[in-house]
């Protein structure tokens, strides 16, 4: 089974940005969709983007269109996601996550396999 590991996370004021990466080992990730979600506290998982085989469609939560981007690069097994103008309500933990399911699909039950977060605080 593929393992993900997810860094780029940390404390950022209001209108900054960071970039995550979610690194993949044992299985390349060039074969899986990816998609990154994020839990605030109190809160369920939810969508954030995703990105299909080959780049060769994206999509993103109607909440981060146009601040966020994802990227990959499947020669260093690595997805990228690229958060700017971030806002205090992005803080949560980002998890990315695999999934082999055809379609635009969101619900974090169609994933499969997960990192385990990291966490991206912002300060107003």
């Known amino acids: 089974q593929v393992q993900l590991e997810e860094s780029g996370g940390g404390l950022v004021q209001a209108g900054g940005s960071l970039r995550l990466s979610c690194t993949g080992s044992?299985?390349?990730?060039?074969?899986?969709?990816i998609g990154w979600f994020r839990q605030a506290p109190g809160k369920g998982r939810e969508f954030v983007a995703r990105?299909?085989?080959?780049?060769?469609?994206?999509a993103y939560a109607d909440s981060v269109k146009g601040r966020f981007t994802i990227s990959r690069d499947d020669a260093k097994n690595t997805v990228y996601l690229q958060m700017n103008s971030l806002q205090p309500e992005d803080t949560a933990i980002y998890y990315c996550?695999?999934?082999?399911?055809?379609?635009?699909?969101?619900?974090?039950?169609?994933?499969?396999?997960w990192g385990q977060g990291t966490q991206v605080t912002v300060s107003s």
């Open positions: 996550a695999t999934t082999t399911v055809a379609g635009a699909i969101i619900a974090p039950s169609d994933f499969n396999y």
């Open positions: 044992a299985r390349p990730l060039s074969i899986y969709k």
């Open positions: 990105v299909s085989r080959f780049s060769a469609s994206t």
